[in-house]
Structure formats: C-alpha cells, structure tokens
C-alpha cells in the first residue's frame, strides 16, 4: 500500500505564495503518477497538477503559469509550489498516487482522470483572502 501525508496548507493574503508537500511511503513497485487535486465547498474535485515518475508535468489551465509541481525521489516527496494565489485557489489540496495512460503518440503520461489514482492523502487546507 501506498500512504501520502499532505503538509505546507494554510491561510494567505491574494497574491502570496504556499508550499505543499507530500511525503510517500509503502511502495511495492514503481509509480507512475502524482499529482495534486482540489476540492472546494459545493464543488467537484479537480485536478490541478500532475507529474510522471520520468518528469513530464501538466497543469489545469487556472493553474498553469502560477503552480509548479515537483518531485524529489531521494525523499519520495511531491511538491506543490503556488505563487500569486487568488481566492478562487481556496480548497482542501488532495496528493494523489496512480497509474499513467498510454496515449495516442505512443509515450505515457499522467492525465486528471480521479479514478486512475489509487491512493490519496487525507487533504491540506488552502484558505487565500482577498
């Protein structure tokens, strides 16, 4: 089994910055997939972030531009670094474990589709003020 612990959450002002991290344990075999997902009061979780185990990222277009995702294999730790925060960012942020998709052009890669991570931490909360 694969067990992720959230840390790094919390309240700022707009426009300030957070770091999430993830720490993972447990793992029997290679993993393809991590990322970051979120949930807001009354609203559908959605992916944000995500990366594969060879490095290639990709970002949900509100997003893109203001969140890098990283990772640090040595520490088996996932990484959210989100800059120029809006309210709309406000969410409990989800770490996610799971498996990559073989795509069209033949690589693989890590999609937002929720049912292809197995394994989820138990949530941070983001709180961003105007």
């Known amino acids: 089994q694969v067990q992720l612990v959230e840390s790094g959450g919390g309240s700022v002002q707009a426009g300030g910055s957070l770091r999430l991290s993830c720490a993972a344990s447990?793992?029997?075999?290679?993993?393809?997939?991590m990322g970051w997902f979120r949930q807001a009061p009354g609203k559908e979780r959605e992916g944000v972030a995500v990366?594969?185990?060879?490095?290639?990222?990709a970002y949900a277009d509100s997003a893109k531009g203001r969140f890098t995702i990283s990772k640090d294999g040595a520490k088996n730790s996932l990484y959210l670094q989100m800059n120029s925060l809006k309210p709309e960012d406000t969410a409990m942020y989800y770490c996610?474990?799971?498996?990559?998709?073989?795509?069209?052009?033949?690589?693989?890669?890590?999609?937002?589709?929720?049912?292809?991570?197995?394994?989820w931490g138990q949530g941070t909360q983001v709180t961003v003020s105007s």
């Open positions: 447990g793992y029997t075999a290679s993993s393809y997939c």
């Open positions: 990366i594969h185990s060879e490095g290639k990222t």
């Open positions: 996610a474990a799971g498996a990559d998709w073989f795509v069209p052009s033949g690589d693989r890669r890590c999609l937002f589709y929720m049912n292809s991570y197995n394994y």
